[in-house]
T-cell receptor, first 113, second 108 residues
Framework: KAGVTQTPRYLIKTRGQQVTLSCSPI?????VSWYQQTPGQGLQFLFE???????NKGNFPGRFSGRQFSNSRSEMNVSTLELGDSALYLC????????????FGQGTRLTVV | AQRVTQPEKLLSVFKGAPVELKCNYS??????LFWYVQYSRQRLQLLLR??SRESIKGFTADLNKGETSFHLKKPFAQEEDSAMYYC??????????FGAGTILRVKS
């Protein structure tokens, strides 16, 4: 079966712009989580969606938002980009809860200039 | 607060030597712990989880609640084990909390 697909793979944006990242989970998976990965902070949880509802949110500012569609696909949006938002953004999907296996996408590399 | 600590940023061993990647956690309650691995240019993937008590690619990890540890071990390292290893736990709200990761380098 197809794995978790994230698009685009690379993005370069300017400070102040906004960006939308997309994640298609494995077919049948209803839980989608987003993580930010940076050399300094490692992997940090952004939020998790299940059946179109945000179940949990990490400690990120309100500029970071997301949503999930009825087909479980998820999008993440970052508004008013800052240089510090440059990171690899990873999406993970699982059948239900995260205590089952989480499958990760390849990530979207966002560079803010 | 829930926290996962991996004290070593880099662990370098020779092929055939034993490997132990350390992981300590703080969590009130019964934790669910995992080891994830990321090989070069590949996506992050699950290596093993404590609830399964399985051995994957020769790796094992035992949950020690007294010492709040979940160290990853392999008796004989192979060059293909070279990768970044992350210890993680499932926290409240169904989120994975990761350690900082340890780079394992197996030298020939």
């Amino acid at each position: 079966k197809a794995g978790v697909t994230q698009t685009p793979r690379y993005l370069i944006k300017t400070r102040g712009q906004q960006v939308t990242l997309s994640c298609s989970p494995i077919s049948g998976h209803r839980s989608v989580s987003w993580y930010q990965q940076t050399p300094g902070q490692g992997l940090q949880f952004l939020f998790e969606y299940f059946s179109e509802t945000q179940r949990n949110k990490g400690n990120f500012p309100g500029r970071f938002s997301g949503r999930q569609f009825s087909n479980s696909r998820s999008e993440m949006n970052v508004s008013t980009l800052e240089l510090g938002d440059s990171a690899l953004y990873l999406c993970a999907s699982s059948l239900d809860a995260m205590n089952t296996e989480a499958f990760f996408g390849q990530g979207t590399r966002l560079t803010v200039v | 607060a829930q926290r996962v600590t991996q004290p070593e940023k880099l662990l370098s061993v020779f092929k055939g030597a034993p490997v132990e990647l350390k992981c300590n956690y703080s969590y009130s309650g019964s934790p669910e712990l995992f080891w994830y691995v990321q090989y070069s240019r590949q996506r992050l993937q699950l290596l093993l989880r404590h609830i399964s008590r399985e051995s994957i690619k020769g790796f094992t990890a035992d949950l020690n609640k007294g010492e709040t540890s979940f160290h990853l071990k392999k008796p004989f390292a192979q060059e293909e084990d070279s990768a970044m290893y992350y210890c993680a736990l499932v926290s409240y709200g169904n989120k994975l909390v990761f350690g900082a990761g340890t780079i394992l380098r197996v030298k020939s």
